[in-house]
């Protein structure tokens, strides 16, 4: 009888660890942005992973306007870790590759390094997804977790600047008292080409 007792003991111990496993595949991911202050810090600690854009499902967002994604993402992420003034700044000019509008950066359940960036500025619907390629079986539902924080997330103003290697031109981009705007400027004096 103890034999029994200890089996029947045994395999309510093993299916609450199953299900335990089992509900947190389900489990939302914790998505933390980089801050602009912690670049440094986010590059060194992932200086040796290999990134992958594979395993980011296309979903809804990748047929959002990018000039929509972005005032959502400042909703309900702030500032973006890096825009094209940082580049600039650090680099000391603007090679046409790295022309990105915005770059927000993040750190998923504390050790997942992630990347968003957009590349076609506020011309093209979606943006670019970078993971950890180790990590390629869990970016279906980073996405999936991203995607509703920013879908389900209204618009917050923002303003950026953009440069479009193929048109050679410079862009304001903005969204202020509820209108979307991409404006054609001459390069930001500030900026320092």
Do not use: C
């Amino acid at each position: 009888m103890k034999k029994i007792v200890q089996r029947i003991f045994f395999f309510f111990v093993l299916m609450l660890i199953l299900s335990s496993a089992a509900y947190a595949q389900f489990e939302e991911p914790e998505i933390v942005k980089v801050t602009k202050e912690n670049r440094a810090t986010f590059q060194e600690r992932f200086s040796e992973i290999k990134w992958t854009g594979q395993g980011f499902n296309f979903n809804e967002l990748d047929r959002m306007p990018s000039i929509e994604i972005r005032a959502n993402l400042q909703n309900v992420f702030g500032n973006p870790t890096q825009k094209v003034g940082d580049i600039i700044e650090k680099d000391g000019k603007l090679r046409p590759g790295k022309a990105v509008q915005f770059e927000y950066w993040f750190i998923i359940d504390g050790e997942i390094p992630m990347m968003i960036l957009d590349l076609d500025g506020p011309f093209e619907d979606g943006l670019v997804y970078v993971g950890a390629s180790r990590y390629i079986d869990m970016m279906p539902q980073v996405k999936r977790t991203l995607t509703k924080l920013v879908t389900e997330a209204d618009p917050s103003e923002f303003e950026d600047y953009f440069f479009s290697p193929e048109r050679e031109q410079w862009y304001k981009v903005s969204y202020k008292a509820g209108q979307y705007k991409k404006v054609e400027i001459k390069e930001p004096p500030h900026f320092n080409l």
